[in-house]
């Protein structure tokens, strides 16, 4: 039986129009309602080719709705329905929206913290930090959170995100003001989850999870633009903690049973797609509108699923180097739906916005920025591969005229897990990263060999692109000095 | 393929994430060979006793739609219960839909290595359907 490494059919009819995009041309013949619009340049190309993206983009290209064009960014790839890098915004009241443009792992997103330390004296204490750390931040398949949660507290926790934890003393009103949406998402029903999402997610609050998710400590390795730096409070030389991971079993759980739930509808109403994980429901339909508040829900979980590593990761600091302030420089969402304002055709309008493997990047002035980053854009982090380079990115004017306010979220794979583990094994991965100075700690094994740095496209030339069609600009790289994974 | 007589599972490559394909002589000997393959991408060959039991109910309004919800059971029982499956007795009770027992044990980190952490079973590509013959053969992808 084939995997699914069929050909796409329509890589041919990509074009490049100008630096940086590339167009799939709108085909009503296809049943295309805009044109497909990739970021991408001469290096990415052939990877974005080589799976079924490109046809995924033409497919959301369909949806009823979505509002001038079909978005990708450069660290496309193949995903479920969307492609992971997509971005598709709806009209609300003609719209469609759909699971498969959120993502599985709602609310799957990066959060850095600032410190007042340097790597010198960092790394005295590395072993024992990253000890610390994995021993206090649960992680891996199977792993459980520090807090059972009661029916009632985990109710609170999806109605009220972040400020839940601020109640419960995780959290400070400083971290709430940065984090998109103040971390709780307006219109969260928990009655809109179902029970086997909050059965999932009870005991999962305070994990990481597994796969490519992560806890680094890392230091600022080189800065790009320094009024933006330090404005973000990162200097050359600091130590920084950055902490990506989502809503572990309870998104994942939320996502299925509004997949399942809208297929159905969609199969009594006679609909079909070309791709049944496509599965979508009009915006004011009751489907539709349960989806959002339910996964509003998974929102509100993921941040304080965030915000309780970074307690713990406070506390770690705290008893290697006494008491440290760790600030929250920001924190971004990169699988989620948002109600935003817009242009569309020169008016300012409401728009649904999908980003799947796709982070928000509001530029200077935008009114949804906190105070202390309205002169400067919106923080972005975009993770690079285990023992590769993070980079920190401002947005910038370019987004929102020409990605609905969106960049990249992450270098994309190129080796399946399957050929990643085959290619490097654990030790020889291992001793790669102690030669580099990087101390690591896995749960498993397979989360050193399937992250293994080949197994990624190499982020430095997404931020490339993103930089260059003038989405965000580059701030700081970040260099991996101790990292915690699942 | 790895399994018992003519059936069995095996492992697909993927892009980002992993699948398998399967088979069995029957509808319920292919949804054992789905749920083992199954746990062999969350546990890999860890051993698994029979400790205790639990029984579910599954129903689908075509064979994709149940082999979701069959899979999306039993990754419940893991994710949300820790339970791991050692052994199946599955029966049907009519067009697309089985009753199963499951027998298999509480995830212990000491005796049971994790693989993969599953989120969600997905319809991409999915299949299960019988062949001239009567056996059924099935693909199921995965995200991880």
């Given at each position: 039986m084939a995997g699914s490494t069929s050909t796409s059919k329509a890589a041919s009819r990509l074009t490049r129009s100008e630096p940086f995009v590339w167009r799939l041309p709108l085909d009503p013949s296809r049943g295309m309602r805009v044109e497909g619009r990739v970021f991408l340049s001469e290096a990415l190309l052939p990877g974005a080719l080589k799976d079924l993206s490109l046809d995924q983009v033409a497919n959301v290209a369909m949806l009823p709705g979505i509002l001038e064009a079909s978005i990708a960014m450069p660290d496309i790839h193949q995903g479920y329905g969307f492609p992971i890098g997509g971005v598709a915004a709806m009209d609300p009241d003609t719209g469609v929206v759909s699971p498969g443009g959120v993502g599985f792992d709602i609310n799957c997103g990066v959060r850095l913290l600032s410190t007042p330390l340097g790597a010198t004296e960092v790394r005295r204490f590395l072993t024992e930090l990253v000890g610390v750390l994995a021993a206090d931040v649960p992680a891996g398949t199977g792993s459980k959170g520090p807090l059972t949660l009661s029916d009632t507290a985990l109710d609170e926790v999806l109605r009220q995100g972040l400020e839940w934890a601020a109640s419960e003393g995780y959290a400070t009103r400083e971290d709430l003001a940065c984090c998109e949406e103040g971390g709780r998402m307006a219109g969260a029903l928990p009655e809109k989850v179902s029970l086997a999402a909050k059965r999932r997610g009870q005991r999962q609050l305070g994990t990481l999870g597994a796969g490519n998710h992560f806890l680094e400590v890392q230091a600022?390795?080189?800065?790009?633009?320094p009024a933006l730096a330090k404005a973000f409070g990162l200097r050359l030389g600091g130590v920084v903690v950055m902490i990506h991971t989502g809503s572990r079993g309870l998104g994942h759980q939320v996502a299925t049973d509004y997949i399942r739930l809208m297929d159905s509808a969609m199969a009594r109403a006679n609909i079909s797609l070309p791709d049944r994980q496509l599965a979508c429901a009009p915006v004011r339909s009751p489907e539709g509108r349960d989806y959002l508040a339910a996964m509003a829900c998974a929102c509100n979980f993921a941040w304080c699923n965030r915000q309780l590593i970074a307690f713990r990761t406070r506390e770690a600091f705290r008893k290697i180097f006494g008491p440290t302030n760790l600030p929250l420089v920001y924190d971004v969402a990169h699988n989620i739906a948002k109600f935003e304002r817009h242009l569309v055709g020169g008016q300012e309008k409401l728009v649904l916005v999908h980003r799947k493997g796709a982070t928000r990047a509001f530029p200077p002035h935008h009114r949804d920025l906190p105070e202390s980053y309205r002169e400067t854009g919106q923080p972005i982090f975009i993770p690079g591969d285990m023992g590769r380079y993070s980079f920190v990115l401002a947005g910038a004017p370019g987004a929102m005229e020409r990605s609905f306010g969106s960049v990249c979220h992450g270098a994309g794979r190129v080796l399946s897990r399957t050929a990643a583990r085959r290619r490097q094994n654990f030790y020889e991965i291992e001793a790669d990263l102690k030669r580099q100075g990087i101390v690591a700690r896995a749960a498993s094994r397979s989360g050193i060999t399937e992250e293994a740095p080949d197994a990624y496209k190499d982020v430095a030339e997404v931020v490339n692109v993103v930089e260059g069609a003038g989405l965000a600009r580059r701030v700081a790289r970040l260099r991996p000095l101790g990292v915690i994974k699942g | 393929m790895t399994g018992r007589g003519a059936g069995g599972f095996a492992v697909l490559e993927h892009p980002a994430d992993i699948g398998i394909a399967f088979s069995g002589a029957s509808l319920p000997e292919a949804l054992e060979q789905a749920a083992r393959g199954l746990t062999s991408l969350l546990v890999g060959d860890s051993p698994v006793e029979e400790r205790r039991s639990l029984v579910v109910t599954v129903e689908g309004r075509d064979s994709l739609e149940l082999l979701f919800n069959w899979l999306g059971e039993l990754l419940l029982a893991f994710d949300a219960d820790g339970f791991i499956c050692a052994r199946f007795k599955i029966e049907t009770l009519g067009d697309n839909a089985v009753r199963a027992e499951l027998l298999g044990e509480d995830f212990d980190p000491v005796r049971h290595q994790p693989v993969h952490d599953v989120k969600a079973i997905t319809y991409h590509q999915m299949e299960l359907a019988p062949d001239a013959k009567g056996a059924w053969h099935g693909r199921v992808y995965f995200d991880i």
């Amino acid at each position: 039986m084939a995997g699914s490494t069929s050909t796409s059919k329509a890589a041919s009819r990509l074009t490049r129009s100008e630096p940086f995009v590339w167009r799939l041309p709108l085909d009503p013949s296809r049943g295309m309602r805009v044109e497909g619009r990739v970021f991408l340049s001469e290096a990415l190309l052939p990877g974005a080719l080589k799976d079924l993206s490109l046809d995924q983009v033409a497919n959301v290209a369909m949806l009823p709705g979505i509002l001038e064009a079909s978005i990708a960014m450069p660290d496309i790839h193949q995903g479920y329905g969307f492609p992971i890098g997509g971005v598709a915004a709806m009209d609300p009241d003609t719209g469609v929206v759909s699971p498969g443009g959120v993502g599985f792992d709602i609310n799957c997103g990066v959060r850095l913290l600032s410190t007042p330390l340097g790597a010198t004296e960092v790394r005295r204490f590395l072993t024992e930090l990253v000890g610390v750390l994995a021993a206090d931040v649960p992680a891996g398949t199977g792993s459980k959170g520090p807090l059972t949660l009661s029916d009632t507290a985990l109710d609170e926790v999806l109605r009220q995100g972040l400020e839940w934890a601020a109640s419960e003393g995780y959290a400070t009103r400083e971290d709430l003001a940065c984090c998109e949406e103040g971390g709780r998402m307006a219109g969260a029903l928990p009655e809109k989850v179902s029970l086997a999402a909050k059965r999932r997610g009870q005991r999962q609050l305070g994990t990481l999870g597994a796969g490519n998710h992560f806890l680094e400590v890392q230091a600022v390795d080189e800065i790009f633009e320094p009024a933006l730096a330090k404005a973000f409070g990162l200097r050359l030389g600091g130590v920084v903690v950055m902490i990506h991971t989502g809503s572990r079993g309870l998104g994942h759980q939320v996502a299925t049973d509004y997949i399942r739930l809208m297929d159905s509808a969609m199969a009594r109403a006679n609909i079909s797609l070309p791709d049944r994980q496509l599965a979508c429901a009009p915006v004011r339909s009751p489907e539709g509108r349960d989806y959002l508040a339910a996964m509003a829900c998974a929102c509100n979980f993921a941040w304080c699923n965030r915000q309780l590593i970074a307690f713990r990761t406070r506390e770690a600091f705290r008893k290697i180097f006494g008491p440290t302030n760790l600030p929250l420089v920001y924190d971004v969402a990169h699988n989620i739906a948002k109600f935003e304002r817009h242009l569309v055709g020169g008016q300012e309008k409401l728009v649904l916005v999908h980003r799947k493997g796709a982070t928000r990047a509001f530029p200077p002035h935008h009114r949804d920025l906190p105070e202390s980053y309205r002169e400067t854009g919106q923080p972005i982090f975009i993770p690079g591969d285990m023992g590769r380079y993070s980079f920190v990115l401002a947005g910038a004017p370019g987004a929102m005229e020409r990605s609905f306010g969106s960049v990249c979220h992450g270098a994309g794979r190129v080796l399946s897990r399957t050929a990643a583990r085959r290619r490097q094994n654990f030790y020889e991965i291992e001793a790669d990263l102690k030669r580099q100075g990087i101390v690591a700690r896995a749960a498993s094994r397979s989360g050193i060999t399937e992250e293994a740095p080949d197994a990624y496209k190499d982020v430095a030339e997404v931020v490339n692109v993103v930089e260059g069609a003038g989405l965000a600009r580059r701030v700081a790289r970040l260099r991996p000095l101790g990292v915690i994974k699942g | 393929m790895t399994g018992r007589g003519a059936g069995g599972f095996a492992v697909l490559e993927h892009p980002a994430d992993i699948g398998i394909a399967f088979s069995g002589a029957s509808l319920p000997e292919a949804l054992e060979q789905a749920a083992r393959g199954l746990t062999s991408l969350l546990v890999g060959d860890s051993p698994v006793e029979e400790r205790r039991s639990l029984v579910v109910t599954v129903e689908g309004r075509d064979s994709l739609e149940l082999l979701f919800n069959w899979l999306g059971e039993l990754l419940l029982a893991f994710d949300a219960d820790g339970f791991i499956c050692a052994r199946f007795k599955i029966e049907t009770l009519g067009d697309n839909a089985v009753r199963a027992e499951l027998l298999g044990e509480d995830f212990d980190p000491v005796r049971h290595q994790p693989v993969h952490d599953v989120k969600a079973i997905t319809y991409h590509q999915m299949e299960l359907a019988p062949d001239a013959k009567g056996a059924w053969h099935g693909r199921v992808y995965f995200d991880i």
